[in-house]
């Protein structure tokens, strides 16, 4: 099986002074796959993000996107290429309304009229179309993030990375991101980072494990969640 | 549904061209009704409102903080003066002003976007920038600093500025009620070309700049590209509010490049309404009218005329703590709450002209 991985890290190092964020991870995701990425804070997940984004150029190392390397693009470049990525710190465009924030994504890949058509069908699928005319800036923190989602896959990315989509969210909001996030996999390829375990029971497959900045473990999720090592390092401290 | 969108610009660019069309009817009526040394004057207001839009374009759409935008008002200038002075066409010159403005705009512009500078940088940059213009003009008193037949002057400046004159009629210089058609008439079409631009894709794109670099980055906009744009297209027109000074003043010295008048623009645009286009035209106005009457020492406290920059300095203070939203944009929810009031039964709270949806 030579199946081209949708993304690959090989040998990703990223050091901000003395402190190596990430340290030497190598991590492939297949097309299609949906990829958990958990661990302590500030073991290296969301600047393990940053890298392959585009946001921060790693120190050494290299970044495939779809078997060809995207290492040192920049963001916008890098987006082009479909690639979604839902921010830890919400990142929205708060002066402007919900329909504004999600047709602009649209608008990347569509004329007007079809942008406009992408960004109802999207926010619908959110559960946030009633907010299309609300500016974001106001909203809750929930439906905020919801928006957030909704802008992101109105790029029609072909991976989609999600820094903790369901951070500060209610029950309900939630369930409705489990649902979509289960149903944009039928034809997409998520990574994504939650510390919920609750929630990352309800999705994972695979999950891989991160701690200072290395890959501790990568398995099957049932396997993962009782490994000892996680344990020490991660859940039970959580669990404490 | 799906159409919204494009309702919303469509809308936003019906709304632009109506209010361009008032522009004209504003510009007949005034010149039926206004005094000749009135017309005289309001050209010069009128003139500077160019340079009100320009910054509102820059700052208020694009959300790039400049502190020096009579750096592109004093090179326009600057140039239209020497290549008018050197035979040049004058309609030429003007144009030739105009580019030249946005030329150097783009170029400070690609230093400061491609090299990442933070905004504060973007400012001292800016500052530094239209101080070393007035500076270096300044120093150019001497009889060796010409440029062909015209000299630089340095402080004392550059007198007698041929004044524009019509295509057809390159020989004759157009009189000053003609004067006031071209500056009214360039107002109005700069703030319609602007004011669509900001309804555009384009436009839309610059806005989700100003709110979120990193957002607008994440979906693939490229964000200094468009920086670069915005910012050259304002400096371009700051130089067509220069150069038309100086033809209307036959004059221009160092001071348009001065600090002053990049302060004044910033207060402008403050006052008028950041975020707006037609605002920061109106405050502009409304201002030079203000400074112009107080000069007149009309406004006295027990028969002492006060001091003017002190009462437009008072005047200032109230208004961004009394209005902090700016003129047009208080006026207008002003309209919406009578509106709404006036109509109780009107449906569902549609957010008052959402922050994307402005003139
Ligand atoms: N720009 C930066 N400059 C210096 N150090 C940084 C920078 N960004 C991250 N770090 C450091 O890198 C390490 C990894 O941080 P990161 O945010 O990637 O962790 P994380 O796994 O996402 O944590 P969390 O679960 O809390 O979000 C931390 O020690 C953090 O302090
Ligand atoms: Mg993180």
Known sequence: MTTTPIIEARNLVMRFGGVVAVNDVSLSVADGELRCLIGPNGAGKSTFFKCLTGQLTPTSGEVLFDGKPITGLKSHEIARLRVGIKTQVPNLFNGLTARENVWLAARRNHVDRAAGKLAEAVMERFGVAALAKRVVGELAHGQRQLVELACVLAGEPRLILLDEPAAGMTDEEVERITTVIREINRTTALVVVEHDMQFIRQIARTVTVFHQGAVLVEDHVDAVLSNPMVRDVYLGKKAA | ?359
């Open chain 2, 1 to 359: 549904m799906e159409r919204l969108m494009e309702n919303d610009a469509l809308r936003g660019r019906l709304l632009v061209a109506l209010t361009a069309l008032i522009g004209v009817g504003v510009m007949f009526w005034a010149a039926a009704t206004l005094e000749f040394f009135q017309i005289f004057q309001l050209t010069e207001f009128l003139i500077l409102a160019i340079l009100a839009i320009s910054l509102a374009f820059i700052w208020g759409h694009g959300g790039i903080l400049c502190f020096g935008q009579a750096a592109f008002f004093g090179l326009g200038g600057y140039a239209y003066a020497l290549l008018a002075l050197n035979d040049f066409d004058t309609g030429g010159a003007l144009f030739l002003g105009v580019a030249i403005a946005g030329g150097f705009a783009a170029l400070l512009g690609y230093f400061m976007f491609y090299g990442r500078l933070s905004d504060v940088y973007m400012g001292v940059v800016t500052l530094s920038v239209t101080l070393i213009f007035q500076k270096l003009m300044n120093s150019t008193a001497g009889s060796a600093y010409t440029v062909g037949k015209a000299r630089l002057g340095g402080f004392n400046g550059i007198p007698s500025v041929p004044t524009l004159s019509s295509p057809a009629e390159p020989a004759m210089p157009l009189m000053p009620e003609q004067l006031y058609f071209v500056a009214f008439g360039a107002l109005i079409l700069v703030y319609l070309l602007l004011g669509l631009m900001t309804h555009s894709s384009f436009g839309r794109a610059a806005a989700a700049v100003r709110e979120n670099e990193t957002r607008a980055e994440l979906i693939g906009y490229d964000v200094r590209r468009i920086k670069l744009v915005t910012f050259a297209i304002g400096g371009a027109v700051a130089g067509l509010a220069g150069a038309l000074m100086a033809s209307q003043r036959a004059f221009i010295d160092p001071n348009a490049f001065g600090l002053v008048l990049s302060a004044q623009a910033l207060i402008w645009v403050i006052v008028g309404g950041l975020g707006t286009l037609v605002g920061p035209i109106l405050g502009c106005i409304a201002l030079q009218y203000l400074s112009l009457w107080l000069s007149e020492g009309q406004f006295r406290v027990m028969g002492a005329a006060l001091d003017n920059n002190l009462v437009l300095g008072v005047i200032l203070m109230t208004m961004v703590l009394a209005v902090p939203k700016g003129l047009a944009p208080t006026i207008r929810d002003g309209v919406l709450w009578l509106w709404r009031r006036a109509r109780p039964s009107s449906d569902a709270p549609s957010a008052p002209a959402a922050a994307g949806e402005r003139a």
